[in-house]
């Protein structure tokens, strides 16, 4: 199983995944730029380790050393000093990639540390920036439609985004990720921030190639409820025409939902066979109402879109 995403979307899809198979890698999206991820970029011209770290994280074992080290490399430091706001495991991966010069082998080496039952790997070989055309972001010009640049602006504008583009235009795909994916059975696509999680995967020429070409079956997990700017307003259909005008020429096999937030579940179906899918609804809410993927439960239905 192949797993694309990024932050705490593909945290929950792993935390699931790892549950059902022995076999699982993350494909990680490395367009961070603030917080601990963004300091540390800036400083040492490296990948954000901060998404990496939280798949890291999700991969760990129900285990007591599975667990001990998934609050270790989650944890922040509370100072009045240099150090405040930085994850360990952001300093860790840091360390590694100094040490080694090699991101691949610098997260293979935390996995093993971790006993993680996975492997996580970056889309790309190198930082990546999100430029955003989004329309309202200025609320006393709701029409105008500008160009909003970061994957922290984008995700949190005040207006509606229309689409995005990878800053530089034509980066570089991780090699091991393009590997994955034509290797892999299964494709699975989000949850998570859509915009700047999900899609700029498919902005990667390389790596968006491998999974138009991949023989991999390739699952859509739609998110449960709606992201301030990125996705106010949107219908569960529409993230798959949002996904089709990023991605034209991909092909899909199943569009998982929650059953609790598909009010209709026409619309959705139709929108998934347009993509040559077809809609499974399931419980996979932590409970009515939440926003967060409950693992065990999401488990179960990925176990049994499956095993066919």
Known sequence: MVALGGGHGLSASLRALRRVTTDVTAVVTVADDGGSSGRLRDEFGILPPGDLRMALAALCGDDEWGHTWSEVIQHRFRSDGELHGHAVGNLLIAALWQLLGDSVAGLDWVGQL???????????????????EVQGADPARPDEVTT????VACASTGGRVRSISLLPADPPACPQAVKAVHEADWVVFGPGSWFTSVLPHLLVPELA??????????VVALNLSPQRGETDGFSPETYLSVLEEHAPGLGVDVVLADRGV???????RAAAERLGGELVLGDVAEAEGSA????????GVFDRIFRG
């Open 209 to 218: 190639t491998a999974l138009v070409e991949t023989d991999a079956r390739r």
């Open 148 to 151: 909003v640049r970061g994957q």
């Open 292 to 299: 967060k993927h409950d693992p065990d439960r999401l488990a």
């Open 262 to 268: 598909v009010d209709d579940p026409g619309p959705l």
């Open 114 to 132: 971790l006993g993680a039952h996975g492997r996580v790997l970056p889309m790309s070989s190198v930082p990546l920036d999100i430029a955003a």
